[in-house]
Nanobody, 116 residues
């Protein structure tokens, strides 16, 4: 059974940091690119960051470049999103996604709220 379980969300003040984790099971984690998406109320889901299956290539949305860092540990079947200098506009539900051709898995999401 495929599972992606996100954790690490919560309430943080502007300028603060959070580290999201996504623990994967039920598939060959190291064969999949991993991505983080987010969806704010009333908005479409957007890609935040992605990392190749071997971890060497990453990409980021312009809105988070220089503030967020995606990483993965294939030995632990886990992908991370380190979020620094958080802004109120980063408030959203963050979703973990595992992707490769003809195969696409999603987690249930974790809420991140940036507010004073």
């Amino acid at each position: 059974q495929v599972q992606l379980v996100e954790s690490g969300g919560g309430l943080v003040q502007p300028g603060g940091s959070l580290r999201l984790s996504c623990a994967a099971s039920g598939f060959t984690f190291s064969s999949y690119a991993m991505k983080w998406y987010r969806q704010a109320p009333g908005k479409e889901r957007e890609l935040v960051a992605g990392i190749a299956n071997a971890g060497g290539i990453t990409n980021y949305a312009d809105s988070v470049k220089g503030r967020f860092t995606i990483s993965r540990d294939n030995a632990k079947n886990t992908v991370y999103l380190q979020m620094n200098s958080l802004k109120p506009e980063d408030t959203a539900v963050y979703y973990c996604n595992a992707f490769r051709a003809w195969s696409n898995y999603w987690g249930q999401g974790t809420q991140v709220t940036v507010s004073s």
